[in-house]
């Protein structure tokens, strides 16, 4: 792996050879981004180039030298990686991991401590690591990786140098897949730009299935009364990754028929579409808030109905109006 076959991520990796090439490298990083892009990937291929024996081209790991292959295995006993444990990153680990980063190298010129998921820092495992961060050991570079800078404290944000990344596009994810030699089951716009989450929905043996159903679903939708709209909200209700697949291809398929209208001559989309997808984001959104699941579907299958049927307007407010929870 080098860096040129990482797909989508060609600003992230300027600014880290940039770095590298003008011997200016940061003493702590934060790669941020979606989920499932490449961000642990970019991370372990920069270890690499730090302590290679034989750089290519002075910008690639040799992939060949004993470092590279070590880091490559997860060997290496100067590269570190801070996992979440359980549902956060505790404090115990921050003071496990300070107390290695102050050894000197065993092997490498430089110590590489990468913290995985940072936004699932404690406040006082966040606190552990701002003092290090401000008093950084030598030789030693941090690599936070998050996907919601939000959650992390301004005081570490401050002291790292900002890495973005960005959604893939489907053709990255259909190049990745040919590179590994792995078949394409999905369509994938349901990946929603994550190659990480590509690989999972590939593994799913019934999506295809799942897939004609919602589609017949949404073909009927237009002419369903009440009584067929909860017999629906029935069936889903009682499996929580089937509402999950359910809403990503709901919002895949109004997606898909965004990109068509505003692809197609004068470049306009219609509303309606935008009120479904809209529904759709809420509906997630009530569900992360712990809302009652058979009434949040209910509603939106309703407000589906509606759009199809041309029954929603667009109000001079600016607001939809369909149903409120």
Same mark, same amino acid.
């Given at each position: 792996?080098?860096?040129?076959?990482?797909?989508?991520?060609?600003?992230?990796?300027?600014?880290?050879?940039?770095?590298?090439?003008?011997?200016?490298?940061? #003493?702590? /990083?934060?790669?941020?981004?979606?989920?499932?892009?490449?961000?642990?990937?970019?991370?372990?291929?920069?270890?690499?180039?730090?302590?290679?024996? #034989?750089?290519?081209?002075?910008?690639?790991?040799?992939?060949?030298?004993?470092?590279?292959?070590?880091?490559?295995?997860?060997?290496?006993?100067?590269?570190?990686?801070?996992?979440?444990?359980?549902?956060?990153?505790?404090?115990?680990?921050?003071?496990?991991?300070?107390?290695?980063?102050?050894?000197?190298?065993?092997?490498?010129?430089?110590? $590489?401590?990468?913290?995985?998921?940072?936004?699932?820092?404690?406040?006082?495992?966040?606190?552990?690591?701002?003092?290090?961060?401000?008093?950084?050991?030598?030789?030693?570079?941090?690599?936070?990786?998050?996907?919601?800078?939000?959650?992390?404290?301004?005081?570490?944000?401050?002291?790292?140098?900002?890495?973005?990344?960005?959604?893939?596009?489907?053709?990255?994810?259909?190049?990745?897949?040919?590179?590994?030699?792995?078949? $394409?089951?999905?369509?994938?716009?349901?990946?929603?730009?994550?190659?990480?989450?590509?690989?999972? =929905?590939?593994?799913?043996?019934?999506?295809?299935?799942?897939?004609?159903?919602?589609?017949?679903?949404?073909?009927?939708?237009?002419?369903?009364?009440?009584?067929?709209?909860?017999?629906?909200?029935?069936?889903?209700?009682?499996?929580?990754?089937?509402?999950?697949?359910?809403?990503?291809?709901?919002?895949?398929?109004?997606?898909?028929?965004?990109?068509?209208?505003?692809?197609?001559?004068?470049?306009?989309?219609?509303?309606?579409?935008?009120?479904?997808?809209?529904?759709?984001?809420?509906?997630?959104?009530?569900?992360?808030?712990?809302?009652?699941?058979?009434? $949040?579907?209910?509603? =939106?299958?309703?407000?589906?109905?509606?759009?199809?049927?041309?029954?929603?307007? /667009?109000?001079?407010?600016?607001?939809?109006?369909?149903?409120?929870?």
């Amino acid at each position: 792996m080098a860096f040129y076959d990482v797909k989508g991520q060609d600003r992230a990796i300027e600014l880290l050879l940039g770095s590298f090439l003008s011997q200016r490298v940061s #003493h702590a /990083y934060l790669f941020y981004g979606p989920e499932g892009v490449g961000k642990h990937k970019v991370a372990t291929l920069f270890a690499q180039l730090l302590n290679c024996e #034989h750089p290519l081209d002075g910008k690639e790991p040799c992939q060949t030298c004993g470092s590279c292959r070590k880091i490559s295995s997860g060997s290496h006993p100067d590269i570190i990686t801070v996992k979440p444990e359980g549902a956060s990153i505790k404090i115990a680990q921050m003071r496990m991991m300070q107390e290695r980063a102050f050894y000197k190298c065993y092997e490498g010129r430089i110590k $590489v401590i990468m913290v995985e998921e940072a936004q699932l820092l404690t406040s006082e495992a966040a606190n552990s690591l701002l003092k290090i961060l401000e008093e950084p050991p030598r030789d030693t570079l941090f690599i936070l990786m998050t996907q919601d800078t939000r959650k992390l404290p301004l005081t570490v944000l401050s002291r790292c140098q900002g890495i973005p990344f960005t959604w893939l596009s489907d053709d990255d994810i259909a190049d990745i897949f040919a590179q590994q030699g792995l078949e $394409v089951r999905i369509p994938l716009v349901l990946a929603q730009g994550s190659m990480g989450k590509a690989l999972v =929905l590939n593994e799913k043996t019934k999506l295809s299935a799942l897939i004609q159903e919602v589609g017949k679903m949404l073909a009927e939708l237009k002419n369903s009364g009440y009584h067929e709209i909860f017999s629906q909200v029935e069936k889903l209700e009682k499996d929580k990754e089937l509402v999950s697949l359910t809403l990503e291809i709901l919002a895949a398929h109004y997606r898909d028929q965004l990109i068509r209208e505003i692809n197609r001559p004068g470049g306009q989309n219609d509303t309606a579409t935008l009120f479904a997808l809209e529904e759709i984001t809420k509906v997630d959104y009530y569900l992360k808030s712990n809302a009652n699941t058979r009434l $949040v579907l209910e509603v =939106l299958l309703i407000n589906l109905r509606n759009i199809e049927r041309g029954e929603r307007g /667009y109000n001079p407010d600016g607001k939809s109006s369909g149903s409120q929870i």
